[in-house]
């Protein structure tokens, strides 16, 4: 990103500089597709994945939108009239559910499903999902943020008409996120004034953000191998919380989940609380969806999945790249030491 603020030129001019500045985001742009296996010259790039959700659900001119219950909010506000896919207790999206949505009227419609949700890790059935859709001549959008970089994504196999991907996700620049836009449809775009990133995100590209993009797509595409030993870290810390509390919720556990992800309930104790306290002892977690402009709120997700009373003590521990044992066990004594004062102050209340 630094060798790449160095490219002055705007990439839309045409002297040297600016062509310089265009080589280097559509070399970047091939980077970023290949990650996902899609053809580069289908790839947006965007502010985020807020954004490319945007394009993607009020863009694609769909008269009936679907989209499960546990999307991201960029997903479910950018059409609050879409219908509410439901999903199982286990937070898998309801295929049969889908399928009878789908059959009520003949309307043209996009069906929006995300491939691994943020908060629970629960990896979503799209190629179902797709399946069913082109049965009744539905598009398909999936949010991959979530996936992207920490399992294999291709693009043919997935069989969606749009992908959302974001930097940020995978160890690049906040502000940056692509849309991938399949061969059958061509969406409208939300804002004018341009004719960059074929017309649908018009303004000057952020070129710096768009390079960090690509090198960490390119680092991300060989860390994919990894996310096994993050999976087994992951489980061993799910054990210890179970043994500690064996009536603590871990949600998703028995449907395949991303390696890095657990989503658990302390009994008893606020997330809120359980936020402030491990934050003092070091381990950053979150509680519902960590972009929710700081706000500690009971999650959409858990209420989605039929566990609203317990979502208010629910909190998300996610592992990065450089997660080691350590860590786990740190985040594991932490845990502990939260979860014994609040059963000490219990015990002086009931006093």
Do not use: Y
């Not at 890790?121 to 999936?142: D, T, Y």
């Not at 064996?246 to 997330?271: E, H, K, W, Y």
Request: charged share 20%; net charge negative.
């Amino acid at each position: 990103m630094a060798a790449a603020l160095g490219a002055l030129g705007n990439p839309s001019s045409v002297h040297r500089f600016g062509r310089a500045a265009r080589k280097l985001i559509e070399d970047s742009r091939t980077g970023v597709a290949a990650l996902v296996g899609a053809a580069p010259d289908r790839l947006v790039f965007t502010s985020g994945g807020t954004e490319a959700n945007n394009i993607a659900i009020m863009g694609a001119g769909r008269g009936r939108v679907l989209v499960s219950a546990i999307e991201h909010d960029s997903v479910l506000q950018a059409n609050p009239a879409a219908e509410r896919v439901p999903v199982g207790r286990d937070g898998v999206v309801d295929l049969e559910a889908l399928d009878r949505m789908l059959d009520v009227e003949s309307v043209p419609a996009l069906v929006s499903v995300m491939l691994a949700n943020n908060e629970t890790g629960v990896v979503q059935p799209i190629a179902e999902v797709v399946a069913i859709a082109r049965s009744r001549a539905a598009l398909v959008h999936c949010d991959a943020v979530q996936a992207c970089g920490r399992m294999q994504i291709d693009l043919a196999a997935l069989g969606v008409d749009l992908l959302t991907l974001s930097a940020h996700k995978i160890g690049g620049p906040a502000g940056i996120g692509a849309l991938v836009v399949g061969e059958r449809i061509d969406p409208q775009p939300l804002t004018i004034g341009g004719g960059q990133e074929r017309g649908l995100r018009p303004g000057t590209e952020n070129v710096a953000g768009i390079a960090g993009f690509a090198a960490a797509a390119r680092i991300a595409a060989t860390a994919i191998a990894d996310h096994g030993r993050l999976g087994a870290l992951r489980d061993r810390f799910e054990r210890a919380i179970s043994g500690t509390a064996p009536d603590a919720i871990i949600f998703g556990q028995g449907a395949p989940r991303l390696d890095n992800t657990s989503c658990v309930t302390m009994p008893g104790v606020a997330a809120e609380t359980q936020v402030m306290a491990l934050d003092l002892a070091g381990v950053a977690v979150s509680a519902g969806a960590a972009c929710s402009s700081g706000k500690v709120a009971p999650s959409h997700v858990l209420a989605a999945m039929g566990a609203a009373a317990a979502a208010g003590e629910a909190i998300r521990v996610s592992l990065g790249w450089t997660s080691v044992d350590a860590d786990i066990d740190h985040a594991i004594t932490a845990w502990r030491a939260v979860h014994a004062r609040a059963g000490s102050a219990a015990a002086r209340t009931a006093a």
